[in-house]
T-cell receptor
Framework: GENVEQHPSTLSVQEGDSAVIKCTYS??????FPWYKQELGKRPQLIID?????GEKKDQRIAVTLNKTAKHFSLHITETQPEDSAVYFC????????????FGTGTRLLVSP | DVKVTQSSRYLVKRTGEKVFLECVQD?????MFWYRQDPGLGLRLIYF???????EKGDIPEGYSVSREKKERFSLILESASTNQTSMYLC????????????FGPGTRLTVL
């Protein structure tokens, strides 16, 4: 089955810096890659996603890139702000069958003012 | 706006007790999921349901069962709670297998003494 590895487990940056979180997946049939953000004490929420027919997707200060050949994808946050502090989870799923998501282990991002 | 609710935010039970965790969604979603969240392990899928009265095992079903008698409600059952089931339990729903976004509930932090 699918296995998703996520690095780093913790990331500390200064406000205004960029942050990058990386994930690798094992199943070459996976073609959907979402990112969820979980603020302290709150529920995970989808912030951005990408499908395998696209190499990059942007939404304001966040972007996701996908390298199908290497089977890895990354979340990029520019001009970080304290409210970006949260745990971020990557995930992967196939586009066949029930399309279960397999999540990475999470990255705790701390943005210091 | 999708709303996923869980019956309790915090629950304390004793070893051997039968425990019911309830999840309700109000958007007529077909698919529902139960995850457990543990530090360093991310979100792991326990069980999922693609429609009423349908259920499938996820990646870590041992020690758990589920029930989905009505479309809006998905229950997770711990037949005989054990200390290693102390965790945060998150419910999620999704419109159908052809859609992407999973909407999470607020979570139930279960402690088994």
């Amino acid at each position: 089955g699918e296995n998703v590895e996520q690095h780093p487990s913790t990331l500390s940056v200064q406000e205004g810096d960029s942050a990058v979180i990386k994930c690798t997946y094992s199943d070459s049939a996976s073609n959907y890659f979402p990112w969820y953000k979980q603020e302290l004490g709150k529920r995970p929420q989808l912030i951005i996603d990408i499908r395998s027919n696209v190499g990059e997707k942007k939404d304001q200060r966040i972007a996701v890139t996908l390298n199908k050949t290497a089977k890895h994808f990354s979340l990029h946050i520019t001009e970080t702000q304290p409210e970006d502090s949260a745990v971020y989870f990557c995930a992967a799923s196939r586009n066949t069958g029930f399309q279960k998501l397999v999540f990475g282990t999470g990255t705790r991002l701390l943005v210091s003012p | 706006d999708v709303k996923v609710t869980q019956s309790s935010r915090y629950l304390v039970k004793r070893t051997g007790e039968k425990v019911f965790l309830e999840c309700v969604q109000d958007m007529d979603h077909e698919n529902m999921f139960w995850y457990r969240q543990d530090p360093g392990l991310g979100l792991r899928l326990i069980y999922f349901s693609y429609d009423v009265k349908m259920k499938e095992k996820g990646d870590i079903p041992e020690g758990y069962s589920v029930s989905r008698e009505k479309k809006e409600r998905f229950s997770l059952i711990l037949e005989s709670a054990s200390t290693n089931q102390t965790s945060m339990y998150l419910c999620a729903s999704r419109e159908s297998a052809g859609t992407d976004t999973q909407y999470f509930g607020p979570g139930t932090r279960l402690t088994v003494l």
